[in-house]
């Protein structure tokens, strides 16, 4: 009799720890905000993390939207998502430049319309009502979640390439970590393992990114030719995806700019008496989608 309750109260626990935390990831991203919404400007900023995570809990909501059973959890936290990721996104059109403006947009129709409508008509007229609908889309729910998985191994390559854990917070890993640790957890319990499988590579991928931290935290910070991470994708199943695209966006803004001043000694004569003086260069290197140091001709 207790082994029965037990069973019936472990999901609930589970589900209702995998909300907490999920909610604590979705509002990991207001310091960006609240910048934003104090400088009045994006600041170079990109929308793509915010518009992927919508796109994410809108999948998600829809899926447990039509499970006939264990779907509330699911539903609430992803209902949450939708409105906290709307609003990062209004906030963020409002202070956009024109072309962010423009490119936003593009995105929002993209993934958020033509992506979800397509999906949302394909799977209600070229599939019957019932489980078969269900596992049809618990399936696209699964192979988008891995595929945003791979999000932690940029982010892991910028921390192994600079030797620093900067823009990797440890603090951020382990919410992530526990957070696809819960919801393993309640999916195995519900026997849902659309929602269970892909949460094992959030666990991973986890554990993986605390060792680079212990590794690197104490090591110098190397100054080395960077560009924008590759592979712009994010976090757990059903945890907000921008969470860890923040991390990779926040590397992209700070360090995707290197100035290097460097004294170039010039001799010119001087129509007062022949003198010499001394003009500074100032060259710009920065990365080329591939990686490569681009450097601007010099300055004065």
């Given amino acids: 009799m207790a082994f029965h309750a037990a069973h019936h109260l472990l999901p609930s626990i589970f589900g209702i720890l995998g909300n907490i935390i ?36 809108m999948l998600l909501l829809f899926y447990g939207y039509l499970k006939t059973e264990n779907g509330m959890m ?70 988008f979640s891995v595929c945003v998985f791979a999000a932690p191994l940029s982010i892991m390559r910028l921390v192994i390439k600079t030797k620093s854990v900067e823009y990797m917070p440890f603090s951020l890993s382990l919410c992530l970590t526990i ?36 590794i690197y935290k104490d090591k110098k910070k190397q100054v080395i030719p960077m560009g924008q991470p590759k592979g712009e994708a994010a976090a757990a199943t059903v945890v907000d995806l921008g969470a860890i695209l923040e991390m990779q966006e926040k590397a992209v803004v700070e360090i995707g700019v290197e100035l290097e001043i460097q004294e170039k000694p010039v001799v010119a004569g001087d129509e007062a008496g022949g003198g010499k003086k001394e003009e500074v260069a100032v060259k710009v290197a920065c990365l080329d989608l591939d990686g490569e140091k681009t450097v601007i001709p010099s300055i004065g």
Avoid: H
């Avoid at 059109?93 to 403006?101: F, H, Q, V």
């Fill in 74 to 143: 699911i539903i609430t936290i992803n209902s949450i998502g939708c409105a906290i990721e709307t609003a990062y996104l209004v906030v963020f059109l409002i202070y956009a430049t024109r072309k962010s403006l423009i490119s936003t947009v593009k995105l929002l129709v993209l993934f958020n319309i033509l992506s979800f409508g397509l999906i949302l008509v394909t799977t209600r007229y070229a599939t019957n009502p019932g489980p078969k609908r269900v596992a049809v889309v618990g399936w696209i729910c699964a192979v």
């Fill in 179 to 214: 957070c696809a640790v819960m919801w393993f957890f309640y999916g195995l319990l519900i026997k849902d393992y659309y929602v269970a499988t892909p949460n094992v590579l959030g666990f991973v991928f986890g554990i993986a990114q605390m060792i680079l931290y212990m």
């Fill in 22 to 57: 999920s909610f604590c990831v979705f509002l990991a991203p207001m310091p960006t905000f609240y910048s934003i919404c104090k400088k009045k400007s994006t600041q170079g900023f990109q929308s793509v993390p915010y518009s992927v995570a919508l796109f994410s809990c």
